[in-house]
C-alpha cells in the first residue's frame, strides 16, 4: 500500500514496516519492535488489513487517518495509526497500539513504538538535537560521532536530573528528520540514539515487564515525525505551535523579564545583607535593575527561614532588605527549590542535612518509589509529592510569604528538572502517575499565585545543565542557559528557547562569568539574550578570604561592564522577534537574526573572519549597518542584494538600519 501527503510519501508493507520518502527519495524506515523478538516477531503476520482514510476533526486541526492492522501468533494484535493534517506539511503524527484478543496473558519486556532508523549520509556530517535531561552540562545539539548511543531517558532520575523535552532531531546541509511525543504529561519513556558507520537508530521506548492480560491493551505515546530544512530551531518551534494546539501554552514575558540582572552567587552559599546593600550603587550604575537572592539564604530545605547567622533578622530582616533594594529602584527576585524536604539524609556541597521541621510534622507527604525508598531529586533532598492538596496549599502558602508579605518581585526556581512517580500507598493515588500530572499544574500555580500579588512577576525556571521539562513552559516567564559551560552553550541555548517558547521570548543568558574568558557579552546580547552577573563589589578581604571562586569587579572590569549594560539597555535586542534565518551548524560564520521593528540585529561569531556575508531577512529597501558595539559604519546594502564583505575576530556585532529613501 503506498499514501502520499504532499511531499512525503509512505510505503506500507505486510512486515509492520513503513518507508518514508521525501520528494520521492527514501528517508528513513520505522516500524513497532517488540523484545526479546523471538517471542513475538513482527516480521511475520498472521493477517494484515489497512483501512483509510477516514476524515478527522482533532486540535491540530482537520485531516485523514489511516490505519493498520496486523494479527500475530497468541492473538497479539498491532494497530499503526497514522495521521496527516494538511496545515501540518512535512509532518505526520503516528500511534501504535497493542491489543491481546486471545485468552492468555502475554508478557512483554520491551517495546519500540516506533524505532526509526534512517541511512547515514556519506560524506555529510550529521548534526543532532536530543531534548531528555541527562547530565548537568550536556550539549542540546552537537555532531553526531559515528559510533554514539544514549538512552535519553524522559523520566526523573533517581539523585539525578531527568525529563526534558521529547524530541530527537538530525540533520545535514541537506535535510533534517525529527521525532518526538506530543502528550501533555511527562512520560517514563525513552529516547535512545544509537550511530553507527551506516545508520541512524532511534526510538521512543518503554522498558520494564508488562504482563498484557486478555482484552487489555498498550498504547504508544502520540508521535510525530517532522522533516524540515536547517537546524534544530525549526522542529522545536512546530513541537511548541503543535503544544500549544493541545494545551500546553507557553507562558508570556512582561518587559521586567527583559531586564538585565545581577545574581548574588557570586558571594556563594554564604551572603550577608550587608554585602548585597553595598553593591546597589553599583548596580543603578551599571544599569542593572534585577536583584537576585541566591541559594543558602535560608535554615532548611523545605522550611525556607531565614538562617540567622547570615541573615539573623528573620522575617523582619528580609523584609527590610527588600525595601532597601525596592528604594534603589530596583528588583528583588529570590532563590527557591519547592517540593523538597531536608529528611536527615544526605548533603550538599559542605552542608549536611538536618531534619526539616515540615518532614518531622509531615513524613508522609514524600514521594516513595516502587520498593518504598524515598524518590530524591538531584540534590538528594526528599521530594513532596505535588498532587496531595495539602502539599499544594503549603508551597502556595510560601508564595505569599515571599511575595506577599516579604516583598519579593519574581522567584529563581532553581534545579527544577522533573517529578518521580508516587508509589506512596499513604496518598490513595489511583496511578503512580498522579504525582507527575500534578507537578506542572502545580508550578502553573505558582506563577498564577506570583502574578496576582504582583502582576509583572518574573518567575525563571532553571534546569541546571539541561533542557526545560516541556510541561513546565507554560510556568515559566523566563528561561534560563542554565549553568553554561561555553560562550556556545550559551548561543545555542538561547536559540533553543527562542524555538522552544517563542521568538519573542526573554531568555536569561545566565552570568557573563562563564561565558569564555568571563566577559563574553556579545554571545549573551547578539543571539538575542538578557545579560547576567554574579560580581562581587567592592573589595573586601573578610569577603575574598571565604569565596572559592572570587568574581571581583576590578576597576579594569569596571568600564567593560558599563559599556555592554549600556549598550543592551539602548539597544535591547533581546525583546525583538528572533528569525530563523541561519542553521547554526552549517553556515559559516555563526550567524543569527533579530528583527525589532524597521531594524535587523545582526551577531556574527568565528575565531578569525574574512569574506563576505549574506544579511538574510532584509526587506527590499537600502540599509545603513552599524556596529553598535563600536559605533563604527560598516557598510550600506540593498535587501535585494544583501551580501557585503566583512572582517572580525570573535564576534561581530550590527545593526541594519533602514535608510529613508
Given at each position: 500500500?503506498n499514501?502520499?501527503?504532499?511531499?512525503?510519501?509512505?510505503e506500507?508493507?505486510?512486515k509492520?514496516?513503513?518507508?518514508?520518502?521525501?520528494?520521492?527519495?527514501l528517508v528513513?524506515?520505522?516500524?513497532?519492535?517488540?523484545e526479546?523478538p523471538?517471542?513475538?516477531?513482527l516480521?511475520?503476520?498472521?493477517?494484515?488489513?489497512?483501512?483509510?482514510p477516514?476524515a478527522l476533526?482533532a486540535?491540530?486541526g482537520?485531516?485523514?487517518?489511516?490505519?493498520?492492522?496486523?494479527?500475530?501468533?497468541h492473538?497479539l494484535v498491532?494497530l499503526?495509526?497514522?495521521?496527516y493534517?494538511?496545515h501540518?506539511?512535512?509532518?505526520?503524527?503516528?500511534?501504535?497500539?497493542?491489543?491481546?484478543?486471545?485468552n492468555v496473558?502475554?508478557e512483554?519486556?520491551?517495546?519500540?513504538l516506533?524505532?526509526?532508523?534512517?541511512?547515514?549520509?556519506?560524506?555529510k556530517r550529521?548534526?543532532?538535537?536530543?531534548?531528555?535531561?541527562?547530565?548537568?552540562?550536556q550539549?542540546?545539539?552537537?555532531e553526531?560521532?559515528?559510533?554514539f548511543?544514549?538512552d535519553n531517558?524522559?523520566?526523573?532520575l533517581?539523585?539525578?536530573?531527568?525529563?526534558?523535552?521529547?524530541?530527537?532531531?538530525?540533520?545535514?546541509?541537506?535535510?533534517g528528520i525529527?521525532l518526538?511525543?506530543l502528550?501533555?504529561?511527562?512520560?517514563?519513556?525513552?529516547m535512545?540514539?544509537?550511530?553507527?558507520?551506516?545508520?541512524?537508530?532511534?526510538s521512543?521506548?518503554?522498558r520494564?515487564?508488562?504482563?498484557?492480560?486478555p482484552?487489555?491493551?498498550?498504547?504508544?505515546p502520540?508521535?510525530?515525525l517532522m522533516?524540515?530544512?536547517?537546524?534544530?530551531?525549526?522542529?522545536?518551534?512546530?513541537?511548541?505551535?503543535?503544544?500549544k494546539?493541545?494545551?500546553?501554552v507557553?507562558a508570556?514575558?512582561?518587559?521586567?523579564?527583559?531586564?538585565?540582572?545581577?545574581c548574588?552567587?557570586?558571594?556563594?552559599?554564604?551572603?550577608r545583607?550587608?554585602?548585597?546593600?553595598?553593591?546597589?550603587?553599583?548596580?543603578?550604575?551599571?544599569g542593572?535593575r534585577?536583584?537576585?537572592?541566591?541559594?543558602r539564604?535560608?535554615?532548611h530545605?523545605?522550611d525556607?527561614?531565614?538562617?540567622?547567622?547570615?541573615?539573623?533578622?528573620g522575617?523582619?530582616?528580609?523584609?527590610?532588605?527588600v525595601?532597601r533594594?525596592?528604594?534603589?529602584?530596583?528588583?528583588?527576585?529570590?532563590?527557591?527549590y519547592?517540593?523538597?524536604?531536608?529528611?536527615?539524609h544526605?548533603q550538599?556541597?559542605t552542608?549536611?542535612y538536618?531534619?526539616?521541621?515540615?518532614?518531622?510534622e509531615?513524613?508522609d507527604?514524600?514521594v516513595?518509589?516502587?520498593d518504598?525508598?524515598?524518590?530524591?531529586?538531584?540534590?538528594?533532598?526528599?521530594?513532596?509529592?505535588p498532587?496531595?492538596?495539602?502539599v499544594?496549599?503549603y508551597?502556595?502558602?510560601?508564595?505569599?510569604r515571599f511575595i506577599?508579605?516579604?516583598?519579593f518581585?519574581?522567584?529563581k526556581?532553581?534545579?527544577i528538572?522533573?517529578?518521580?512517580?508516587?508509589y506512596?500507598p499513604?496518598?490513595?493515588h489511583q496511578?503512580?502517575e498522579?504525582s507527575v500530572r500534578?507537578f506542572?499544574?502545580?508550578?502553573?500555580?505558582?506563577?498564577?499565585?506570583?502574578?496576582?500579588?504582583?502582576p509583572?512577576a518574573v518567575?525563571q525556571?532553571?534546569?541546571?545543565?539541561?533542557?526545560?521539562?516541556?510541561?513546565?513552559?507554560?510556568?515559566?516567564t523566563q528561561?534560563?542557559?542554565?549553568?553554561?559551560?561555553?560562550?556556545y552553550?550559551?548561543?545555542?541555548?538561547?536559540k533553543?528557547?527562542?524555538?522552544?517558547?517563542g521568538?519573542?521570548a526573554?531568555?536569561?543568558a545566565?552570568?557573563?562569568?562563564?561565558?569564555?574568558?568571563?566577559?563574553?557579552?556579545?554571545?549573551?546580547?547578539g543571539?538575542?539574550?538578557?545579560?547576567?552577573?554574579?560580581?562581587?563589589?567592592?573589595?573586601?578581604?573578610?569577603?575574598m578570604?571565604?569565596?572559592?571562586e572570587?568574581?571581583?569587579?576590578t576597576s579594569e572590569?569596571e568600564?567593560?561592564w558599563e559599556?555592554w549594560f549600556?549598550?543592551?539597555?539602548?539597544?535591547r535586542p533581546?525583546?525583538?522577534?528572533?528569525?530563523?534565518?541561519?542553521?547554526?551548524t552549517?553556515d559559516?560564520p555563526e550567524s543569527?537574526?533579530?528583527?525589532?521593528?524597521?531594524?535587523?540585529?545582526?551577531?556574527?561569531?568565528?575565531?578569525?573572519?574574512?569574506?563576505?556575508?549574506?544579511f538574510r531577512g532584509?526587506d527590499?529597501?537600502?540599509y545603513?549597518?552599524?556596529?553598535y558595539?563600536?559605533?563604527r559604519?560598516?557598510?550600506?546594502?540593498?535587501?535585494?542584494?544583501?551580501?557585503?564583505?566583512?572582517?572580525?575576530?570573535?564576534?561581530?556585532?550590527?545593526?541594519a538600519?533602514?535608510?529613508?529613501?
Amino acid at each position: 500500500m503506498n499514501v502520499n501527503f504532499g511531499n512525503l510519501g509512505f510505503e506500507f508493507d505486510n512486515k509492520a514496516t513503513i518507508s518514508l520518502f521525501y520528494k520521492e527519495k527514501l528517508v528513513s524506515k520505522l516500524f513497532p519492535l517488540v523484545e526479546p523478538p523471538d517471542q513475538f516477531p513482527l516480521d511475520s503476520p498472521v493477517k494484515t488489513s489497512f483501512q483509510g482514510p477516514v476524515a478527522l476533526s482533532a486540535s491540530l486541526g482537520e485531516g485523514l487517518r489511516y490505519t493498520v492492522e496486523m494479527s500475530f501468533e497468541h492473538n497479539l494484535v498491532c494497530l499503526s495509526y497514522i495521521e496527516y493534517y494538511p496545515h501540518w506539511q512535512d509532518n505526520v503524527f503516528l500511534r501504535w497500539r497493542f491489543e491481546n484478543r486471545g485468552n492468555v496473558p502475554v508478557e512483554i519486556h520491551r517495546l519500540s513504538l516506533p524505532r526509526l532508523i534512517i541511512p547515514r549520509p556519506t560524506p555529510k556530517r550529521v548534526w543532532t538535537f536530543q531534548g531528555a535531561a541527562v547530565q548537568w552540562g550536556q550539549d542540546f545539539a552537537f555532531e553526531l560521532p559515528t559510533t554514539f548511543s544514549r538512552d535519553n531517558f524522559l523520566g526523573h532520575l533517581q539523585d539525578g536530573e531527568g525529563g526534558g523535552i521529547p524530541l530527537v532531531d538530525f540533520w545535514t546541509p541537506d535535510l533534517g528528520i525529527a521525532l518526538g511525543h506530543l502528550e501533555t504529561v511527562s512520560q517514563p519513556w525513552y529516547m535512545p540514539v544509537e550511530a553507527s558507520d551506516d545508520q541512524i537508530t532511534a526510538s521512543l521506548q518503554r522498558r520494564g515487564n508488562v504482563l498484557l492480560e486478555p482484552g487489555s491493551g498498550l498504547e504508544s505515546p502520540y508521535t510525530v515525525l517532522m522533516i524540515h530544512h536547517g537546524d534544530f530551531f525549526e522542529p522545536v518551534a512546530r513541537y511548541r505551535e503543535m503544544m500549544k494546539l493541545r494545551g500546553v501554552v507557553p507562558a508570556q514575558p512582561s518587559s521586567e523579564d527583559f531586564e538585565p540582572a545581577w545574581c548574588s552567587w557570586g558571594y556563594e552559599f554564604d551572603v550577608r545583607p550587608e554585602e548585597i546593600e553595598g553593591i546597589l550603587p553599583m548596580l543603578t550604575r551599571l544599569g542593572i535593575r534585577w536583584v537576585t537572592l541566591d541559594d543558602r539564604w535560608f535554615d532548611h530545605y523545605g522550611d525556607w527561614n531565614p538562617r540567622q547567622d547570615t541573615f539573623p533578622g528573620g522575617d523582619e530582616g528580609m523584609k527590610n532588605l527588600v525595601d532597601r533594594i525596592h528604594q534603589t529602584g530596583l528588583k528583588a527576585q529570590l532563590w527557591w527549590y519547592p517540593l523538597c524536604a531536608e529528611d536527615g539524609h544526605g548533603q550538599w556541597d559542605t552542608l549536611t542535612y538536618g531534619y526539616s521541621q515540615i518532614f518531622r510534622e509531615h513524613p508522609d507527604w514524600v514521594v516513595l518509589n516502587p520498593d518504598g525508598s524515598i524518590a530524591r531529586n538531584n540534590r538528594h533532598l526528599a521530594m513532596l509529592c505535588p498532587a496531595l492538596p495539602e502539599v499544594q496549599n503549603y508551597t502556595l502558602k510560601l508564595v505569599k510569604r515571599f511575595i506577599g508579605e516579604w516583598g519579593f518581585d519574581g522567584f529563581k526556581l532553581d534545579n527544577i528538572y522533573t517529578m518521580a512517580l508516587c508509589y506512596n500507598p499513604a496518598h490513595g493515588h489511583q496511578r503512580p502517575e498522579e504525582s507527575v500530572r500534578a507537578f506542572g499544574s502545580l508550578y502553573r500555580q505558582i506563577l498564577a499565585e506570583s502574578q496576582r500579588l504582583r502582576p509583572q512577576a518574573v518567575i525563571q525556571i532553571c534546569p541546571c545543565g539541561t533542557p526545560l521539562t516541556f510541561d513546565l513552559i507554560s510556568a515559566t516567564t523566563q528561561t534560563v542557559t542554565a549553568d553554561p559551560t561555553s560562550s556556545y552553550q550559551v548561543r545555542q541555548r538561547i536559540k533553543f528557547y527562542k524555538a522552544l517558547m517563542g521568538p519573542q521570548a526573554a531568555v536569561f543568558a545566565d552570568h557573563v562569568e562563564l561565558t569564555d574568558g568571563g566577559m563574553d557579552f556579545a554571545s549573551q546580547i547578539g543571539a538575542g539574550g538578557v545579560p547576567g552577573t554574579k560580581f562581587v563589589w567592592p573589595e573586601q578581604p573578610e569577603t575574598m578570604a571565604r569565596l572559592r571562586e572570587v568574581w571581583l569587579l576590578t576597576s579594569e572590569k569596571e568600564g567593560v561592564w558599563e559599556k555592554w549594560f549600556q549598550i543592551y539597555n539602548e539597544h535591547r535586542p533581546a525583546e525583538g522577534e528572533y528569525l530563523n534565518l541561519y542553521d547554526m551548524t552549517f553556515d559559516y560564520p555563526e550567524s543569527h537574526v533579530i528583527r525589532k521593528g524597521e531594524r535587523f540585529y545582526f551577531a556574527f561569531f568565528a575565531p578569525i573572519f574574512k569574506g563576505e556575508v549574506e544579511f538574510r531577512g532584509l526587506d527590499a529597501k537600502l540599509y545603513r549597518l552599524v556596529d553598535y558595539v563600536n559605533g563604527r559604519n560598516v557598510g550600506v546594502i540593498h535587501g535585494e542584494n544583501p551580501v557585503l564583505h566583512i572582517e572580525f575576530e570573535q564576534s561581530l556585532l550590527v545593526v541594519a538600519i533602514p535608510q529613508n529613501p
